[in-house]
């Protein structure tokens, strides 16, 4: 799939959560490989920040971006919504120190971003795949968040509360098509017992009963709660009657374990890449939340790029056959043996090394190693199997190399071994002059790299 990004620019405007301020929020379009930046405009210097799990600052009710001494505040929903719509680049401009409110929940960025419309950019999206199992806990809360392997981006989420009402509630996203219309509708919820704290704490000075969900479980004084309505400007309740305290029903029955998993959803934005894989949450929050989004950051950082997913059992794109048709190699100098992925811009191929490579021979017989000039002539193979399956006729054509780079080999190959390639384009060809940066991988474990031009050349 292609990266994406809003084909037009769209602005909120509301109440901020925590300031009370009234807030103007901008999103706008942004060149591939952008990711999400978030732009203060109400700054003289206008300071950008990247939305990346490692800007984390605080996340007290909330998720919190900072860079120095400029933080971002309450972002979760609108990343959420960016995220979850399938939208890799966007630069926000706010002109406070959080996102407004809107109405507790992401739907009017949903409505919002379908009517500005999406577009697809010319790079391929950059999955985050998950291969193994990952996992992150906090012993005092009873948190647990589980990142499984899966073919799709997946959540499931238990909520537990000490309260009558929502003691124990779950939710689960199983397609991500389906955000808008059972996840997004889901606002945030407060109990009216954490209100007073929240309000010493500067925290909900924009809270109302139009931008949350209000539990009153737990009886107080009437002159308690007439207080904490006086400061929040809503009309009294009676301190007998327990319950929702909103005139608005309910969305969904479980509408607050919905919101949470809204919640993740943000808070996984924040890895800077769409994941594959099954999220299996336990009582999540904020905190959790940016603990497993920081542990994916680190993998991100340690892999330049994800070793590719082989399955042996899948039909390959080219086979050895159709192989030979494009290239002029033969035995003993044709390194590819199958093709089993390629799209527009990158390409992977596959070679099983046989205790019968005739190199053995001599490199060497006592301890049979790979030269490492064939593992990079095998990535120029790969590469080269790309940019002909561009031309017409391409059984006309032959590459050669023109320049090799920055080349390195961190492991040995030995018989036994399956090496897979992956050899993507680093620029667009032009004139038949082809770049490309190739790795070789066994596993999870890069072998050998390579940066390498070569020329596209008609056969006499």
């Known amino acids: 799939m292609k990266q994406r990004?809003?084909?037009?620019?769209?602005?909120?405007?509301?109440?901020?959560?925590?300031?009370?301020?009234?807030?103007?929020?901008?999103?706008?379009?942004?060149?591939?490989?952008?990711?999400?930046?978030?732009?203060?405009v109400d700054l003289d210097e206008q300071p950008v920040m990247d939305a990346l799990a490692e800007n984390v600052v605080n996340t007290q009710r909330g998720t919190v971006l900072g860079k120095g001494d400029v933080t971002v505040s309450t972002v979760e929903h609108a990343l959420s919504t960016l995220y979850a719509l399938g939208i890799d680049n966007c630069l926000i401009d706010v002109n406070a120190s959080e996102f407004p409110i809107l109405d507790g929940s992401a739907i009017e960025y949903v409505r919002s971003i379908r009517e500005a419309g999406i577009v697809e950019q010319e790079k391929d999206k950059d999955y985050y795949i998950v291969r193994k199992k990952m996992e992150v806990s906090d012993p005092v809360t009873g948190s647990k968040l589980t990142l499984l392997?899966?073919?799709?981006?997946?959540?499931?989420?238990f909520i537990e509360f000490d309260s009558q009402y929502i003691p124990n509630q779950s939710a689960s996203m199983d397609v991500v098509t389906d955000f808008g219309t059972e996840i997004a509708p889901s606002r945030t919820f407060v109990f009216v017992r954490e209100i007073e704290q929240l309000m010493k704490a500067g925290l909900i000075r924009g809270g109302n009963l139009d931008n949350a969900i209000v539990i009153y479980e737990k009886k107080l004084s009437q002159k308690e709660l007439d207080n904490i309505a006086d400061e929040l400007k809503v009309p009294h309740h009676n301190a007998e009657e327990l319950g929702y305290l909103n005139h608005r029903k309910l969305a969904f029955p479980n509408e607050p374990a919905r919101h949470k998993l809204l919640d993740i959803i943000g808070d996984m934005s924040l890895i800077g890449k769409p994941i594959k894989g099954r999220l299996i949450a336990h009582k999540p929050g904020h905190m959790i939340n940016n603990q497993l989004a920081r542990l994916i950051r680190k993998d991100v950082k340690l892999n330049e790029v994800q070793p590719p997913v082989y399955d042996m059992g899948a039909e390959p794109v080219m086979d050895n056959i159709r192989i030979r048709e494009l290239l002029p190699h033969r035995y003993p100098f044709l390194m590819v043996d199958k093709i089993i992925q390629m799209t527009d811009n990158f390409i992977v191929g596959v070679k099983n090394i046989t205790t019968n490579e005739p190199y053995f021979m001599g490199h060497f017989p006592q301890e049979p190693v790979m030269p490492g000039v064939l593992q990079v002539e095998a990535m120029a193979q790969t590469g080269g199997l790309l940019v002909l399956a561009k031309l017409d006729q391409p059984e006309r054509y032959s590459t050669y190399f023109l320049k090799i780079d920055n080349v390195k080999f961190r492991h040995k190959v030995v018989p036994g071994d399956t090496l897979i390639f992956r050899v993507e384009l680093t620029s667009e060809m032009r004139r038949g002059i082809a770049t490309m940066r190739g790795l070789?991988?066994?596993?999870?474990?890069?072998?050998?790299?390579?940066?390498?031009?070569?020329?596209?050349?008609?056969?006499k």
């Open 149 to 157: 392997p899966d073919d799709a981006f997946c959540i499931n989420s």
């Open 440 to 459: 070789a991988f066994i596993g999870d474990k890069v072998v050998s790299e390579a940066d390498f031009t070569a020329q596209i050349i008609k056969n």
């Open 5 to 40: 990004t809003l084909q037009n620019s769209f602005t909120l405007q509301g109440i901020g959560l925590h300031s009370g301020l009234d807030i103007v929020v901008t999103f706008n379009p942004a060149p591939v490989d952008y990711g999400y930046k978030i732009r203060r």
